[in-house]
Every structure is written in C-alpha cells, then in structure tokens.
C-alpha cells in the first residue's frame, strides 16, 4: 500500500511516502524552492518521493492532506462574526484567499497533482484527518511505545491548539483539547514578534535569548506577574485563557496592541535588527518560564487522563526543547518521544500514518529506537553528481577512495580550529541538521562560536550552537539521562568540565557575558551553562558517527560543534551545487562531499555576482 502524506499551504510544505506503512521518503518544499519555510503546494518534494520509490501518482492507494479545511474555514467565520465589527480589514483581505485555498482545495490539489504527470482525478482517494490528529499520529506511530501519552501543542489547527491523546496499539482517541483563541503557541508567538523576531520562524530565537535573561531578578519575576496576571489565566490542567484585549491576531494582521504592551512592560516592540538590551533578555526569560509551567501542567494532566508511562510530543511548541528538557529532568514520564518534524512539515508524515493505521485499519510495527531512520529521509547525491559539481565550477578537490581513511583526515582539519561543510548521505527531515547537511567545528576552540555565527552563519552574535557527541559519551559530557539523537533536549554540561564564573558575571554587559569562558567545551556551552544536544548512534549515521569518534582519538573529546548548513535565512542546503555555492559565500575553510575534500584556497576566485543577503529574505 502507498500513501502520500501533504502539509501545506501555511508554513513549512512537505510531502511523506509510506509503502506498506514504512516511512521512505520525506522532504520539505523549501529545500528544493531554496524559500525559506516555503508554504507553497510542496511539487518538488512530492516528485522527490516518487522518484524515490521509482512511483507514478497512480500507483498511490490515497493521498492524505494534514488538516481538514472546512473546519479550519469554519472557524475562520465564528472568529470574525465573534469579534465583529473589529477586523473588518482584516476580514475583506483574507476571505477571498480562505474561500478559494479552503473551500476549494480539492480542486487545487487535483489541478496540482495534474502538474506532476497524467493523474486521473477521482481515482485515487483524498483523506482529511484533523490537524491535531496529524500531530499526533506523528509522534506515537514513529515511537518505540506500544502505549503512550500524546500531547500536541502548537499555535492553531482548525481549532484546537492544544491536544491530550492516549495511543495504544494502532488505536489513538482524543481526550481533551484546548480551543482557538487560547493558545500557548501564540502566546509564545506573540513574544517573539515583540522582541522582534518573525513569527513562525523566530521562535527559536527567542528561546536561545532567553538565559540571557538573569534568573531571579526583580525585572523577570515582574514580567511573569505581569503575563500571568495580565494576558494569561492558567488553569490546573494547563488549559489557558488569554485576554484578548491584549492580543490582536484573531483579526487583525498583527500578533499584539502594541501600545497596550508597551504599558504593560514599559518599553516599545523592539525592531528588527536593533540592539538586544537586558530587559529584551528579561522578558524572553520570563515567557519561557512561563511557557515551561504551562507545558508541565499540561503534560501532568497527560499523565492523569492515559496512566501511560510514555509520552509522545508533536506540534510546534514541541520544538522548545529547553521546556522538553525540563519536562525529561521532572521524571513524570520514564520515556518522552519527540517527532523530530514537530512543526506543520511532520503533519505530512503523521497525515499519511493516521490514514494507514486508523482509515485502513492496518497493524503497527514497532521499532527498538523509532521508526523515523534518524529523520534521515531526504535526497542523497551519488559521487558522479558531486564530481559533476566540480566540474561546472571548476572546483579542486581531493578524493578518497576510502571513506576510513577520509574521517581521520576530517577530524584533524577540524582539530586544527577550522570550520568544514559536512554533506553526506541522504537530507535530513525537520528543522534541525543531524550530521548530513551540517557545518562542524571544534568544540573546544574559544572563538569557534564567534566564528561561526559572525563569519560564517552571518546571524545574531547571541545565538548558541548545538554538540553532537558520541551516544556512548552522552553522559560524560552532559546531565542529560537519555538519547536526544534529534537534537530536541537541552541539558546542563557536567560540572567536571566547567570553568569558575566571574564574581560579577550577571552584572557584565549582556555581550561581554557572551565571550566569558565558561567551560572546556566553551562553543557548545550556552551561557546558562547548558547545551542543545544531538547524541550520534553508529546504527543511524555511522559516517558522522566514526567522524566524531576519530576526533576523538585525537583530542580525547567525543564531542564536536553542529550546525544547519546555511547562511542565516536559507533554508538547509540540499543538493551539491547548494552546498558547494555556500562554501563558496561564506568563510568556511573546508567542504566534504561524500569522499571528495574541497579546501577553500584550493577553489578559483568566486566571481557570481549573485548575494546571498539580496536572494535570502532574514529571517
């Protein structure tokens, strides 16, 4: 049986093949567009999975869309008649949009499909599970749990934001919901556009501002009285009322007033760009620690409604894997599972699973880790398509014949303080690289962060770079009592490897605090002391995996520097040429392809006239 799973139309478009109910491809329109959270019907990645299993679209048994659009167009309505006559704009703008991608959509998507190849409509079966239910369906039917507490928990669906499930076997029943528009997602979203981040896509940024904030201060515990006793009434189960008097994206075309925040904090939005100041830090402490109380009461009342031991998370708020390390550290659960996909982009995968195991009735088979194949579902390049790379832009490069004799060479150029492209084997599924399409460094090197984010990435000198260390050295490194091989948990680094603080480090200015050296790994330590971990298991990326262990023989570090090949607001490199054009912008000094070496004064004078500031919109 194939089933093609599609999210789109929102953000991150994506497209997931089942055959017989295994995963063998998935991919994010973006990779292929090279449009940042491209939102567009997802045809490339769509003709990537076919091309995959050598299909036609009328090989497929049905095709599964994430959400139902009616509901959604439903609650589009009562919104606008609730909050009538405000929205009014608002209203005239969207609905010509809503009627034609909601109420028309299975013409669109048959019109779309006609793109690909000769698709005889009305044969092959359209499936419209509920949003949620997509989330859902994401992270139980990957997980390695016969019996599990699914929590999903993003900005809006049709109009549940927030969602409690128990899956048991192949079954999933829905026990409780949180409706629009109350909605932890767009709480935390509202925070990111007032500390001038995009919504939908800075979210991460503002949770790695955060720990800049300084803990138990008076600014920060006002803040929190204030979101709590101004925008948001929480309840025992986690259930949320936000006062909308102080929000505006039920019908406006903004998150917030932003006058009536301005009050409430004491300082204006702050614009895109412009410097980050301690109480921007402040304030973004004081909504993660909100937003993590929220998620533990929620995820407490999990507990109650399934008894289950597990639990499985989904959705975009799943991806805030500092509140996912708290949850871990509480020890409600004894396992947490989090699709790697968390956001919309895993709604194609979970679409394509609920309409397998729940529409056509079919038996689940459960894998010892998961059955996401290390989220490594995307295209891979043979060495003829690299060589032929080279030869378009007249590259030099080094091949070896022996990918054994290639990682030791790798690991010593990366112990000698350089910074490499990693582009091996098949794209990385969801938003974080796990050691295929990756930019490495030495986790040791003082400036390695500096480097990279001002050099290389060309983004906010605050943002914090993940490890990726050896699965068996986890614990050696990190206070952190499980595998997080998708670089979704945060754990503080051991305190055998920390360096004394300064007396006045929380009175030093918020970027000299930044460069203080605060232990022997100092590029991966964050500067609350802990670490976005990625632990690498030799069963799903043995390539990366013997990389990291011959840094190891050189060093006696099990632990390397990870991040998205990419300049700050393209999307993840997919294909050689995208790998081999930004090596070619930024100032990375090496770049491996599969077994071919590319050294940076080695490769011809780069005369395109193309700009990756102009082509990429920030992000």
């Not at 599964?64 to 959604?72: E, G, H, T």
């Not at 090197?445 to 050896?470: D, W």
């Not at 520097?561 to 997919?574: A, L």
Request: proline residues 4%.
């Amino acid at each position: 049986m194939n089933i093609l799973g599609i999210s789109a139309y929102y953000h991150d478009s994506a497209a997931a093949l089942l055959v017989d109910g295994k995963i063998v491809a998935a991919a994010q329109e973006e990779r292929f567009t090279r449009i940042k959270q491209d939102a567009s019907f997802p045809l490339n990645a769509i003709r990537f999975c076919l091309h995959h299993e050598a299909l036609s679209i009328n090989e497929i048994d049905c095709i599964v869309f994430y959400d139902k659009p009616f509901l959604k167009f439903e609650r589009l309505l009562e919104t606008y008649y609730g909050f009538a006559p405000k929205g009014i704009a608002s209203f005239v703008t969207a609905i010509p949009v809503w009627i034609k991608e909601k109420v028309f959509l299975k013409k669109i998507l048959n019109d779309e499909f006609s793109k690909i190849e000769g698709f005889k409509k009305g044969q092959i079966k359209f499936l419209f599970p509920e949003h949620h239910l997509s989330h859902a369906a994401s992270a139980f039917y990957v997980s390695p749990y016969k019996d599990a507490a699914i929590l999903t928990i993003d900005g809006v669906g049709e109009w549940a934001t927030a969602s409690i499930s128990h899956g048991v076997d192949k079954t999933i029943s829905i026990k409780k919901e949180m409706h629009f528009p109350h909605s932890l997602g767009l709480l935390y979203s509202a925070f990111t556009y007032y500390l001038g981040f995009k919504v939908n896509s800075g979210e991460y940024k503002l949770m790695g501002l955060a720990p800049y904030g300084i803990p138990d201060s008076i600014q920060v515990e006002n803040y929190i009285e204030t979101i709590k006793s101004k925008l948001v009434t929480i309840n025992s189960d986690g259930s949320i009322w936000l006062n909308q008097k102080y929000f505006n994206y039920s019908t406006g075309l903004r998150m917030v007033h932003d006058s009536k925040w301005e009050k409430l904090f004491g300082f204006k939005k702050r614009e895109t760009e412009s410097n980050i100041e301690q109480h921007h830090s402040n304030l973004a402490l004081a909504i993660q620690c909100v937003t993590e109380e929220i998620l533990m009461l929620m995820a407490t009342e999990a507990k109650r409604l399934t008894g289950s031991s597990n639990l499985c998370l989904a959705g975009g708020v799943a991806l805030n894997c500092v509140a996912n390390g708290k949850l871990l550290q509480s020890k409600l659960f004894d396992h947490i599972f989090i699709q790697p996909a968390a956001g919309d982009a895993g709604g194609a995968i979970g679409a394509a699973l609920a309409a397998y195991h729940i529409f056509h009735n079919n038996e689940r088979t459960i894998s010892q880790m998961d059955s996401m194949s290390g989220a490594y579902l995307g295209p891979q390049y043979s060495d003829s398509e690299i060589e032929h790379t080279a030869k378009k832009f007249k590259a030099k490069y080094t091949y070896f014949n022996n990918f054994e004799v290639l990682t030791p060479e790798v690991a010593k150029i990366i112990a000698e303080g350089n910074v490499v492209g990693w582009f091996q084997g098949r794209m990385e599924f969801g938003p974080r690289a796990l050691g295929n399409r990756s930019i490495l460094g030495d986790a040791r090197n003082t400036e390695m962060q500096r480097k990279l984010n001002l050099k290389i990435k060309y983004r906010e000198g605050f943002r914090p770079f993940a490890p990726s260390v050896l699965a068996e050295d986890n614990k050696e490194y990190f206070q952190l009592d499980a595998d997080s091989p998708y670089m979704l948990l945060v754990a503080n680094v051991q305190p055998k490897y920390l360096n004394p603080l300064p007396t006045n480090y929380f009175e030093l200015p918020l970027m000299e605090r930044l460069y203080v050296n605060r232990s022997q790994i100092p590029s991966i330590t964050h500067i609350d002391l802990s670490a976005r971990i990625q632990t690498v298991h030799s069963e799903t990326n043995y390539p990366y995996w013997k990389l990291i262990s011959e840094f190891k023989k050189l060093t006696g570090f099990g632990v390397i520097v990870n991040t998205s090949f990419n300049v700050r607001g393209e999307p993840i490199v997919c294909t050689p040429t995208d790998a081999y054009r930004c090596f070619m912008r930024t100032e990375m000094d090496y770049l491996v392809m599969g077994n071919f070496l590319f050294k940076k004064e080695d490769q011809p004078e780069w005369t395109s006239k193309d700009n990756w500031k102009e082509e990429f919109k920030l992000d």
